[in-house]
């Protein structure tokens, strides 16, 4: 809250204020002390009959006479501060010196009363009662420094998943082969990229060379299919036995077969697609596949010859494709210069056989990540064994770490629940000790500052009574910036601060520079100074309206 504009009364007129540093001039003692009653009012809410202008949290608000309303509290402080002589009152330098005195003792007391309560502090209070409630239910660490530890337990399983994805070992190629790997990684690149669209014509080949394959499996199936049927020698021999029944040697009709043996006949040759034996005998001595079986044979060739086509077409474009071709062109070009390497005859595995020429050497990143994981053990309590080679660890580590969390959860669940119960309740007290200290040093801390603020008033007092100096700049700006804080804070923004006096202890040089002192520290308070210091009012005036504004009690508006 900042005053814009306040009317003192239709007897002692109205007065303007800058949002910064306002200093008013030229009032007598009446005026002086409706003036700062009125301000000391309006900060503490008991503003009952004032009217003016303020601004508070960017809104400006008419306070007006007749409304009764009133803003605030802003601050219990008071913020009227006398800076000079004028304002010390009739207090002798031995009540200064009881007074100051009293407030030293109070504050060593205070500061041994602060350490006593410290005692009852314990930052991990909460967590405590949190894991042991959950703990109950059997899902987290019975104390704070269980959690701890398993903190550091998941942190490690963390780091061994971290390496895992960590190249152990650098490869650089030698001198010699340098070329030759590099060109062999950019063949791989350039492989890589093509690889989707190369696939898809590869997946062409493959397809045409399935349809192929089924094509002439099913062509072979129609030619076994289409041979000529043959009876047995038995069969053969049974329909001879049946046709000759019914003639005699010299061919005559001699007899007649009977039902059975008619039937009989027929099946035998129906065998064979016959229906007399005279057809029989004629097949028999020429014999072919049925038409049926010949056109499938025909039909089928029709159809391999097709997938023979496609396959040839598949395989030709794969072939002229341009990037297959540069891409093909480009291994050649590697295995040419990789035979000046490994000799004429190379291997399957080309890739593996140039990185076998390539020099070793352990990755630091790597060596510094397994470091982690080996200085966490140790924080852990872990004892590890010597012999454990680097590469080991990860390893041994994570079995060590997950069967640590096994006996933990087998531990829990053989916890005594009336043993947690206890532990619930110890640590609650702890807690609420723990909240009650925190409160009591709050208060202790915010009487503190007051009293630093209160000292510095009487340790000036004491000077002026007893002639050594009065209220230096500097002093002056120290003095105010805890009633400042304090203000900022009960306000939760400005609110004035009121100082008094005409600065009789400083020349005008000292007033001028404390003076732009105070007007830094009134970008977090509103300061008026209430003077008839005429320097004071000068420079208000030469700093200009947007820095500072002099003001003065002028009439009553009607």
């Known amino acids: 809250m900042r005053i814009l504009r306040l009317d003192l009364g239709p007897a002692n007129g109205t007065v303007d204020f800058h949002p910064f540093v306002s200093v008013i001039h030229g009032l007598d003692e009446v005026q002086r002390e409706v003036l700062t009653g009125s301000l000391r009012s309006l900060v503490r809410g008991t503003s009952a009959g004032l009217s003016g202008l303020v601004e508070n949290d960017g809104d400006l608000i008419e306070l007006a006479t007749a409304s009764g309303e009133v803003l605030g509290p802003f601050t219990t402080e008071d913020v009227i501060v006398a800076v000079d002589t004028a304002q010390l009152g009739e207090q002798n330098e031995a009540s200064l010196r009881a007074e100051l005195d009293q407030l030293r003792r109070q504050a060593e007391s205070?500061?041994?009363h602060?350490?006593?309560?410290r005692a009852d502090l314990d930052p991990t209070a909460l967590v405590t009662v949190q894991h042991v409630r959950q703990a109950l239910a059997g899902t987290t660490p019975i104390t704070a420094a269980e959690l701890v530890r398993e903190e550091i337990r998941q942190s490690i399983l963390d780091q061994i998943a971290a390496v895992e994805k960590i190249p152990a070992v650098l490869y650089h190629a030698k001198p010699e082969v340098e070329g030759v790997v590099a060109r062999w990684n950019a063949y791989k690149e350039a492989e890589a990229e093509a690889s989707g669209?190369?696939?898809s014509l590869d997946r062409r080949v493959s397809d045409a060379e399935a349809a192929y394959q089924r094509a002439l499996e099913a062509l072979s199936d129609a030619e076994r299919r289409a041979v000529p049927r043959m009876l047995s020698a038995e069969d053969d021999a049974r329909v001879e036995e049946l046709a000759s029944i019914a003639y005699d040697r010299r061919g005559r009709r001699s007899k007649s077969r009977t039902q059975e043996q008619e039937q009989e006949l027929t099946a035998l040759l129906a065998k064979v697609g016959q229906e007399t034996h005279t057809?029989?005998?004629?097949?028999r001595l020429s014999p072919t596949a049925d038409p049926a079986s010949l056109a499938e044979v025909e039909r089928n060739k029709q159809v391999a010859e097709r997938a023979r086509h496609n396959l040839e077409t598949a395989k030709a474009e794969f072939a002229s494709d341009p990037q297959a071709v540069e891409l093909i062109g480009a291994l050649e070009l590697v295995k040419d210069e990789a035979r000046l390497h490994?000799?004429?005859?190379?291997?399957a595995d080309l890739g593996e056989a140039l990185l076998a020429l390539r020099d070793e050497s352990e990755n630091p990143e790597w060596v510094d990540a397994v470091e982690s994981i080996r200085t966490a053990l140790v924080e852990l309590g872990v004892e590890i064994d010597p012999a454990i080679e680097r590469v080991d660890l990860p390893g041994w580590a994570g079995g060590c770490i997950r069967r640590q969390l096994q006996e933990i959860e087998e531990e829990r669940a053989s916890v005594d629940r009336a043993e947690l119960e206890v532990q619930l309740r110890r640590a609650e007290l702890a807690l609420d000790r723990h909240v009650r200290a925190m409160a009591r040093i709050d208060r202790?801390?915010?009487?503190?500052?007051?009293?630093?603020?209160?000292?510095?008033e009487l340790d000036n007092r004491l000077a002026i009574a007893?002639?050594?100096?009065?209220?230096s700049g500097h002093d002056l700006v120290k003095s105010i910036e805890p009633l400042a804080q304090l203000v900022r804070t009960e306000a939760g923004s400005s609110a004035p601060i009121v100082l008094v006096g005409d600065f009789n202890t400083l020349n005008d040089a000292e007033l001028d520079?404390?003076?732009?002192?105070?007007?830094?520290?009134?970008?977090?308070?509103?300061?008026?100074?209430?003077t008839d210091r005429t320097r004071a009012a000068t420079w208000a005036s030469q700093v200009g309206l947007r820095r500072a504004l002099r003001s003065t009690v002028v009439s009553m508006r009607i």
């Open 466 to 471: 007893t002639g050594e100096g009065g209220l």
């Open 110 to 112: 205070d500061a041994v």
């Open 279 to 283: 057809a029989y005998a004629m097949y």
């Open 513 to 530: 520079e404390l003076l732009g002192e105070l007007e830094r520290l009134a970008q977090g308070v509103q300061l008026i100074i209430v």
């Open 114 to 117: 602060v350490e006593e309560i």
């Open 444 to 456: 202790l801390e915010s009487t503190a500052a007051k009293s630093a603020s209160h000292a510095a």
């Open 342 to 347: 490994l000799g004429p005859m190379l291997p």
């Open 197 to 199: 669209y190369l696939a």
